[in-house]
């Protein structure tokens, strides 16, 4: 049983400045199911969608980005709730507590006037009383060291902690309530191999031990190598790939997946690596037909002119591109 | 003179921040007897690697001396940088050595055409006299990191990609024409997918214009690709110096190994499995005594906590490690 079904999602940025009006189409027609206890990797470059695809998932919609279409609905425990259709008040009552999300900037979470252990108030307060003052501290040294991370950086100013203990610690302070949905969005990307390390082992354990969902977001796939279980994904807002992370990786079938894997360098090998050639499109005014065709080295007609369906090819594989609808024979 | 034949030779450098006030301040070492040469016959990249807080952009501030050293003293082509004290020879020094920033979109005004930066660049430096010389410099300067001056007339920072706004970013700094690039973290703020296209192009730049790069960054696969050689920085020192091949392939020092170790590798099955020790408190392990590694060390010994350890030469690169010590008791530096 999947934890969230995404459904046909589209949400786009529209904008009207003395009346140019200006559409972008961050998500568009984004179907995915994510299952419980799984570590769900969504890879693409800055500006496919993904942040924002994140912020609808996240019950985080603001003007200009508005929800056109399709559902998103989430299920805990007791019957499914659609995301898109909640009131502000309906939405304080799942948000942290049910889904909670990392941030990439996130050490800016912490107000650096206030001690860490205040922060961590602010937030439990939100969602329930706190009886004992005393009582809510062991909670919290419970919790942390739950985690490995020292006691006394409760104690702790932010300026204090490096930028990887700050990161751990918001990761903790995401996980208080022990959340059915974890979003992290970029959680290492302005860290460095060590701290980044440390970060998503945290994650994994937390994973372990609490059996939830942690939806991941980053562009490098090493990354996703190391701590996905399936991986999506996605280019011009759209998911183009979706697969178990070995079939990522091993039989990958999009082209532009295989270039994402490919220009990836490794030590120990010299070898010349490049880059996908040209830039991500504008998603305010995307190309015709297939998003990555005016940088696919196999385009074809057809992929300037319509676009390509996401086909089942396996067990959960599915691939949106001509080349393989073509060879599977239906073209559906 | 000595070092004339050397493109860059920084001797035993050291810069200590003042933190706080008089009585309850800290001195923090950011940069500790930083010793490196590099040769002017060949041009070469050499990579500046490490955490984040271990030093490695006071180091390259200290190269471009956009901060004043503590002690110790930068020699560029024989002259001694430390010293400079008119205009005439700063800009002589500054148009020879020619940074690079790390964030694309922060080292460009929002404001302005990006195309202004070339043309002021060009001018600034006496390249060119303004008119229409200037275009040809100009249009020379982006051809070589695969733009053209037509691409970029007229354009603002956000009409261009994060890969696009960093090649043009390098384009500045070719126009002056140097013959050392201190690129700080360049490819960090960029997109994996793009980030390959940056690097490839430090790469030709040093194959054909004879361009010697200083690469910093805390991506080793990166700088395996692209570096002959390379520095591991931890706390100001430097941990492990030598070939990119010998210090990557077989890491000798402790924190080289774990620093190996933590890049992600997009291959499966080739997960971590220990757990690493992080940094709680960054001021705590830059006031340690000894070695600054000893509280994350897998095999730290009694002396570590005590003495700081001596360079070693060890099969051609430098360690700094007690662990070498009886061993290479002869081969200290």
Redesign the interface.
Known sequence: MGILKVEDLKAYYMTDVYGIKRTVRAVDGVSIEINENEIFGIAGESSCGKTTLMKVLSGAVKSPLTVVGGKALYSFGDGSLDILSLQEDELRKIRWKSISCILQGSMSVLNPVRRIYKTFRDFVEAHQKIEKKRDFMRRMRDHLGELGLPREVLKAYPHHLSGGMKQRVTIALATIFKPNVIIADEPTTALDVIVQRGVLQLLREIQKEQKNTIILVTHDMAVHANIADRIAIMYAGRIVEEAKASDIFENSLHPYTQHLIDSLPMIGDKSHRISIPGAPPNLADPPNGCGFHPRCSSVMGICREEVPPLIEVGDRHRVACFLVSKESGDGK | MVNSEKLLSVKDITKVFSIGGLLTGTRLTAVNEVYFEMGSANPEIFTLA????SGKTTLARLILHDIELTHGSIFYRGTDVTRIKNRKERMGFMQRVQPIFQNPFETFNPLKRVDTYLYATAVNYGIAKSGESTDGVVDDALRSVGLSLQEVQGRYPHEL????LQRVSVARALIPRPSLLIADEPV?MV???????I??LFKELKETSGVSIIYIT?????A??ISDRIAIMLRGNFVEMGPVEKV??EPLHPYTK???E???????G???KD??E??????KEFARVGCKFAGRCPSVMDICKKEDPKNFLVDERTVKCHLYAKQFKNSIL
């Open positions: 490490g955490e984040s807080g990609s994060g890969g696009q960090s997109d994996a997918s793009l980030r390959m296209s690097v490839n805390h991506d080793l696969a990166t395996y690709y990557l392939s774990i620093l190996k933590s890049v992600p590798k997009p291959v499966l080739e997960k971590w757990k690493i992080l940094s709680t408190l960054e001021a």
